[in-house]
C-alpha cells in the first residue's frame, strides 16, 4: 500500500530555512518520480521541484537557487532544503508519486498518481 507522509512543515520569518521531508512506503524511491507542490490560498497548485527515479531533478524558476531536493534511498525519505524563505513561499507543501510519464519532470501536478497529505509552511515576520 503506497504511503507518503509530509512532515517538518512550521512558521519562520523571512530570510528563514526549513527542510521539509517525504517518507514513503510501499515501493522504493528508485522506482518512481517524487515531487514537491504546494498550494497557496487563492492560487493554483503549482509544481516546487522533482527528484526523478534515477535521480535527476527539476526545479520551479521561483525557487531556483534557493530549495534543494534530495533523497535518501536507504530512508526511503525524499528532503525539501528550503533557504532564503519568502512571504510569498507561503503554503501547503505536499509530495506526490509518479508511476509512469514525464509529469513530475515538468512539474506538472495534474499527472501525479498519489498524494501525501501536505505541511503547513509559514513565512511572515
Known amino acids: 500500500q503506497v504511503q507518503l507522509v509530509e512532515s517538518g512543515g512550521g512558521s519562520v520569518q523571512p530570510r528563514g530555512s526549513l527542510r521539509l521531508s517525504c517518507s514513503a512506503s510501499g515501493f522504493t524511491l528508485d522506482q518512481y518520480n517524487i515531487g514537491w507542490f504546494r498550494h497557496a490560498p487563492g492560487k493554483e497548485r503549482e509544481g516546487v521541484s522533482c527528484v526523478s527515479s534515477s535521480g535527476g531533478s527539476t526545479y520551479g524558476d521561483y525557487v531556483k537557487g534557493r530549495f534543494t531536493i534530495s533523497r535518501d534511498i536507504a530512508k526511503n525519505t525524499v528532503y525539501l532544503q528550503m533557504n532564503s524563505l519568502k512571504p510569498e513561499d507561503t503554503a501547503v507543501y505536499y509530495c506526490?508519486?509518479?508511476?509512469?510519464?514525464?509529469?513530475?519532470?515538468?512539474?506538472?501536478?495534474?499527472?501525479?498518481?498519489?498524494w501525501g497529505k501536505g505541511t503547513l509552511v509559514t513565512v511572515s515576520s
Open positions: 506526490a508519486v509518479e508511476y509512469y510519464g514525464s509529469s513530475c519532470i515538468f512539474l506538472r501536478h495534474n499527472g501525479m498518481d498519489y
